[in-house]
């Protein structure tokens, strides 16, 4: 089974996404215009009980699945896209973490890359890799020449969580990524082709993300 975080960098996205937060969901389809710019077809938002959708990387986050699951069909319902069955869906940040992995020297073999990845995400995601979903990319290389990596976490749990609602709705979900992801990749499919800053805002701060052409350079989670 295809990891369901992969094609971070280049997706093809479902042109239809499904976006959660604390206290509100969102529902957008998109349509691509003349130069493949994207441009807003539908939109709808709702409201939710905000105990329904707690944003977690550590602990459950849909209190009540069934509740998740109507709300989420009246507000398909009134953006004209119920009979929509393949979705991108935008996690909450808190849900997922994002690093960006720097190698200080070219390994030797394909074991030792292997090696040092696993303990830089060991230390980055601060949770037993056993018990993550995890999608990795190759990033052009930094200034210095230092080959890096693009690497994004989601509890294994907590991503059935999400990808039971849907099913629960007969909805599929094409890709799934952070929501600060998605939003630089609107960013940069639609802005210019220089560098940028992203700001996406959390509950609990903010998170920051730098892109050098359509590549993320740096990545930095501010709490407030």
Not at 36 to 61: M, W
Not at 98 to 104: G, N, R, V, Y
């Amino acid at each position: 089974m295809p990891n369901p975080l992969s094609k971070l960098v280049n997706p093809r996205y479902p042109s239809t996404a499904l976006g959660f937060e604390k206290g509100i969901a969102t529902i957008v389809q998109l349509e691509r215009g003349r130069g493949g710019s994207f441009s807003l077809r539908r939109a709808a938002t709702v409201a939710i009980p905000e105990t329904l959708v707690r944003p977690s990387f550590e602990e459950r986050n849909i209190s009540d699945p069934a509740e998740l699951a109507a709300a989420l069909r009246d507000l398909a319902t009134s953006a004209g896209l119920l009979q929509q069955k393949r979705w991108s869906v935008a996690l909450p940040d808190a849900a997922s973490r994002t690093l960006i992995l720097t190698l200080e020297s070219p390994p030797a073999s394909r074991a030792e890359l292997e090696e040092v990845l696993t303990w830089k995400m060991e230390r980055g995601f601060g949770t037993a890799l056993a018990e993550l979903a995890i999608s990795r990319e190759r990033l052009p290389a930094d200034p210095q020449g230092k080959d890096r990596y693009l690497a994004v976490a989601t509890p294994t749990a907590v991503l059935a969580e999400y990808e039971s609602v849907l099913h629960s709705l007969g909805w599929r979900a094409g890709l799934i990524v952070p929501r600060h992801l998605g939003e630089g990749q609107w960013l940069t499919q639609n802005g210019s082709r220089g560098d940028a800053l992203l700001l996406s805002s959390s509950e609990k701060g903010f998170t920051a993300v730098v892109f050098r052409g359509k590549q993320p350079m740096m990545v930095r989670i501010v709490a407030c």
